[in-house]
């Protein structure tokens, strides 16, 4: 059952911005994170941004102060808003929640991004 959709991926230029979503398909606060991790064509997956049950949000180094993760909880939907772009930042980045019980994992299938300079 497919729990989790992303969206809002795309082409842009370096400095640019792109605005990613998840929707879930129930209620967010059934979470107790949700995640947006980045994979680039060579690394990794990394985590990028978090944000939890209360509302906390944590960012990796290289997000800090370029992105930015909400949520709207009416739309059952988290937000990655991605500014100042870089090159790097290109690859494909996945929605990832986590439930309070062992097991309660879910991914999306990922939105690409393709950042050029």
């Known amino acids: 059952q497919v729990q989790l959709v992303e969206s809002g991926g795309g082409d842009a230029l370096a400095g640019g911005s792109l605005r990613l979503s998840c929707a879930s398909y129930?209620?967010?606060?059934?979470?107790?994170?949700i995640n947006w991790y980045h994979q680039s064509p060579t690394n990794q997956r990394e985590l990028v941004a978090s944000?939890?049950?209360?509302?906390?949000?944590n960012y990796a180094d290289s997000a800090k102060g370029r992105f930015t993760v909400s949520r709207d909880t009416s739309k059952k939907t988290v937000y990655l808003q991605m500014d100042s772009l870089t090159p790097d930042d290109t690859g494909v980045y996945y929605c990832?929640?986590?439930?309070?019980?062992?097991?309660?994992?879910?991914w999306g299938p990922g939105t690409q991004v393709t950042v050029s300079s």
């Open positions: 129930r209620n967010i606060f059934t979470f107790n994170t």
């Open positions: 944000i939890s049950n209360l509302g906390i949000t």
């Open positions: 990832n929640a986590n439930g309070f019980n062992d097991g309660d994992t879910h």
